[in-house]
């Protein structure tokens, strides 16, 4: 009807219509991983291999029928190794997917004169082929580890999926085996080598073969991986970081995470004018920001959307982490995302800091039993030390680490006293002792990076854990007390996260839920120091700043969870310490409060 008002399509005209373009490589991806798993049972089990739903498997496209139990136990895992690149719309997956299709359709006919197969195979086929533009995304960083790291998981994988195989015909065994005897049946089988148990009938073929594939596809995906040209994850150029210098120079000011852009294990996109900048770095995943952009506010769009571009390209999760409100307000405006708030963070008003009243009488008090202690403190600019003290205090800083990985990513710059960093701050206690240890008579140190001309943010906190408790707390005054002669109003401290559910659930008249979301952040800070790191902030008296993490989805939110950790260092896979002597780590510092700061 002509000039009739346009109404929403209902469900079922969607249903008619059929799945959207953009939701094909998620149908696609779970189509796969179903098919797979039924290629997998039909090429371990017995009795699946003559159920309806073997049926149903020997016209799935990767499923080879009666001619090999090995081919569908190989296909089913190739299958669910695509899987995830077609979910992330990974151009090399759909080629694989694409040649594994037609493989299938040829193996139906020729082995099984199944009409039905090559049709399935090719309806399979089509939808790929007309959406091929959904999948565009580029490969991700990589390196040789991923060979290695494949290595490893394939291994247990195939070694886990040959127990099965091994076991999955007890009645065709001959004796009785030991566990030690299956295993070692797996693990010479994988090798291509008989092993000691046997089978009566064909059985023994065909765990053979089975056992062999698996082998074979550990071995072809490792060497794919190794010989494969490597693309290392972007690092900041010189280029890159004259560039960041120079408007940090301009709107450094803005943001107090501002200068832990320049950390160097961060890529940079630029605004089309290059005023702006956003710094990431890409992890399981998750193209993952820190702060604010970088640069004038009005070319932050062009920033974020070059951001958002590169995301999509290479079918990345985008994510912000600790944003301020007005940065977090520009990215959900700009790319319609999701804003949650996730702390506060401490910023102290030089002018407003005082040690005088009865709020800050506990920190009075231990400053003043540490001064008489025999402690004494230095604030002073990176420039303003020497190159030996530079070093002692890198030394120092590096052995009292209280993990065996550096941790940080966000709020962290992961050195100290670069050249460059100059104007950086380093505040240090001392105490001359009658046996001067390995650094001297230094015995805590704190480090601060600018924040614009006028104020610092705290990067990193270490002392020897062999000093008197206090030492944060004394060189947090001693920097708040030297910061007007050295043009310092603002100073920065650690980001509290949940800062707000903690504060509110102490309160009298806090809910049942607030409570026990409370309890739960209390539980947490045995590991991640949650609530302590809250109170320490909390004894300077700060004026607190939200701050906030932009994400996509909520289902995104756990993945973002695991990489913000991954990057922040609490969660690591690496050798172990006899394997890393002589090794430093590159990953970056953190604010770190040692637990009796607290």
């Known amino acids: 009807m002509s000039g009739g008002v346009p109404t929403k399509p209902t469900r079922i005209h969607r249903a008619l219509r059929g799945p959207r373009p953009e939701h094909v490589p998620l149908l696609v991806g779970r189509a796969c991983v179903l098919v797979g798993l039924l290629d997998i049972a039909a090429g371990v089990f017995p009795r699946f291999r003559h159920s309806r739903m073997h049926a149903l498997a020997e016209v799935l496209p990767g499923s080879f029928g009666p001619f090999a139990a090995a081919l569908s136990l190989s296909a089913g895992v190739l299958l669910l190794l695509l899987a995830h690149g077609l979910k992330r719309r990974k151009r090399r997956a759909w080629r694989a997917a694409v040649a594994l299709l037609p493989l299938g359709a040829v193996a139906q006919f020729t082995y099984r004169h199944s009409l039905l197969g090559v049709l399935i195979s090719l309806a399979l086929l089509a939808p790929l082929l007309r959406h091929r533009d959904q999948f565009a995304a580029l490969p991700d960083p990589r390196s040789r580890w991923r060979a290695l790291a494949n290595f490893v998981l394939m291994s247990a994988g195939s070694v886990l999926l040959g127990l099965v195989v091994v076991n999955a015909h007890p009645h065709r065994m001959l004796g009785d085996p030991s566990l030690a005897d299956r295993l070692t049946q797996v693990l010479y089988g994988l090798f291509g080598v008989e092993g000691p148990v046997d089978y009566r009938g064909n059985t023994s073929w065909t765990v053979a073969f089975s056992l062999g594939a698996l082998g074979l596809l550990t071995a072809i995906t490792t060497i794919y991986l190794a010989f494969r040209p490597e693309h290392p994850a972007a690092r900041l150029t010189e280029d890159d970081e004259t560039r960041l210098r120079a408007l940090l120079a301009r709107h450094g000011g803005r943001d107090s995470l501002g200068h832990f852009a320049l950390r160097r294990d961060k890529a940079v996109v630029f605004s089309p004018s290059g005023k702006a900048a956003v710094t990431y770095r890409v992890v399981s995943g998750v193209m993952l920001a820190s702060g604010d952009p970088i ?53 102290v008003d030089v002018a407003d800091f005082s040690l005088a009243g009865r709020a800050m009488r506990n920190v009075r008090q231990m400053v003043k039993r540490i001064e008489r202690a025999g402690y004494e403190t ?161 004894k300077f008296r700060p004026r607190w700043e939200p701050r906030f993490v932009v994400y996509r989805r909520s289902a995104d939110l756990p993945r973002i969870g695991f990489a913000a950790m991954q990057a922040e260092g609490f969660v690591t896979v690496s050798l172990p310490r006899f394997l890393r002597r002589g090794v430093s780590s590159r990953r970056p510092c953190a604010h770190q409060v040692p637990a009796r700061a607290a």
């Open 295 to 347: 640069g004038d506010v009005e070319a932050w769009p062009g920033a974020i959307e070059r951001f958002m571009d590169e995301a999509r390209a290479h079918s990345w999760t985008p994510a912000v982490m600790g944003c301020s409100e007005t940065g977090g307000e520009v990215w959900t405006r700009e790319t319609g995302l999701d804003a949650l708030e996730l702390g506060d963070e401490a910023v």
């Open 378 to 538: 230095r604030v002073r600019r990176v420039a303003d030390l020497s190159d030996a003290e530079l070093d002692r205090v890198r030394r120092a800083a590096d052995a009292w680490r209280g993990t065996d990985t550096e941790r940080g990513f966000s709020m962290a710059l992961g050195r100290i006293g670069d050249p460059a960093d100059g104007d950086c701050l380093i505040a240090t206690a001392h105490k001359q002792d009658t046996e001067p240890g390995e650094y001297g008579d230094l015995k805590a140190i704190l480090h601060f990076v600018p924040w614009g001309t006028d104020g610092v943010s705290l990067d990193l906190m270490r002392r020897d854990r062999a000093a008197d408790p206090g030492m944060n707390e004394l060189l947090i005054v001693a920097a708040l007390q030297a910061a007007p002669k050295l043009g310092i109003a603002r100073v920065s401290l650690n980001f509290a996260m949940f800062r707000a559910a903690l504060a509110r659930g102490e309160k009298i008249g806090a809910g049942p839920v607030l409570r026990a979301w409370r309890g739960l952040l209390v539980f947490l800070s045995r590991w991640f120091q949650i609530e302590s790191l809250y109170k320490f902030n909390a």
